[in-house]
């Protein structure tokens, strides 16, 4: 049976932007609700060694981190919530949300913590291989391929980036690029070609990532290519792919009402967490192009839940549990 739930703060994911934010609004009182939504941990969930998060000196379990923090935000007070919101109300007080089980939720103020998803090309091989040769992170994952050839497929700003960055750690680094041309900023495209260990193939689609099963476990071998122009099919061997054809923020609940830019990541008023809308606060990949690092994110709900903090102050506090 569906029923209404009032909180203070809602905070939507349950990544680490949303566990942090979780945490610090617990320990200041506002027993916050995080609606885990349908990834709960986020893309750490399908990451296996992470190795840049501060305070673990081995490599841990992308997992793993998550369950910890859910279990430090609940350990302190916030209660997390299995649903997946279908649709909010941000044009009334309290802001409304509707669960996919029904339930609604009522909040005087919201973190949008949802996070954004990296765009595959859904070829054979890469869901598979994903944690075993195949990546959409080169900081994140780049230091696993040192001394080792890797490929990036894409053609933007952040394809050469990634390509640039692996270029310091790979011994070769090949870029894919279905088109004759790069979109990247010439600046970028300039140091590229510049260095001596990158390669570029033109007008060239990657059809399947190749596994070795020779192991304990699968692991990428190669990459199965065809020329768009010729039709002409090799197979290009590495270690690693990396994809970096962009990232979709998961934004469409609130297009039209909360201000975004034209990729649809929500725009923050700069040095804070404030979305256009008084009360409403997005913290991590859901309004970060640009870093998109678990740290990052963890740093942003810090932020959000300290900015929900003071705005809440300012409102008539309300019986929740009596509302």
């Known amino acids: 049976m569906s029923q209404t739930r009032r909180t203070r703060l809602l905070i939507l994911g349950a990544g680490p932007a949303g ?22 941990g986020g893309q750490l969930t399908i990451t296996t060694e992470v190795e840049n998060f501060p305070g673990f000196a081995e490599p841990i379990q992308g997992p793993w981190l998550m369950d910890q923090m859910q279990a430090q935000a609940t350990h302190v007070g916030a209660e997390v919530v299995q649903d997946v919101i279908t649709s909010v109300d941000l044009g009334r007080r309290p802001f409304l949300a509707t669960g996919d089980s029904g339930d609604v939720y009522e909040a005087e103020s919201l973190v949008i913590a949802t996070g954004a998803q990296a765009r595959w090309l859904n070829i054979p091989g890469e869901k598979e291989l994903s944690g075993f040769g195949v990546s959409a992170c080169a900081t994140c994952d780049g230091f696993f391929y040192r ?3 890797v490929a990036v497929v894409g053609g933007g700003n952040s394809a050469t980036e990634e390509a640039l960055y ?12 279905r088109r004759d041309s790069l979109r990247s900023e010439k600046i970028l495209q300039h140091r590229l070609f510049e260095r001596p260990n990158v390669s570029v193939i033109w007008d060239t689609a990657v059809e399947q990532v190749l596994a070795d099963d020779s192991g304990r476990v699968p692991v990428a071998r190669g990459l199965a290519l065809r020329n768009l122009k010729t039709g002409a099919r090799t197979e290009l061997p590495v270690h690693g ?14 297009r039209g009402q909360i201000a975004m830019d034209e990729d649809g990541y929500i725009r923050t008023t700069p040095g804070t967490t404030q979305t256009s809308l008084p009360g409403v606060f997005a913290a991590g990949d859901v309004q ?23 705005f809440l102050a300012h409102l008539p506090a309300v019986d929740v549990a009596a509302a």
């Open 166 to 177: 692996l270029s310091n750690l790979a011994r070769h680094v090949t870029l894919i690029h």
């Open 241 to 254: 792919l990396f994809v970096a054809i962009g990232h979709d923020p998961a934004t469409a609940l609130f």
């Open 288 to 310: 970060d192009k640009v870093f998109r690092q678990a740290v990052t994110a963890a740093g942003t709900g810090c932020m959000a839940a300290l900015e929900a903090e003071k």
């Open 147 to 149: 001394g080792k050839d």
């Open 19 to 40: 566990y942090t934010a979780a945490i610090y609004a617990a320990r200041a009182g506002l027993k916050p609700m995080v609606v885990a939504g349908l990834q709960p």
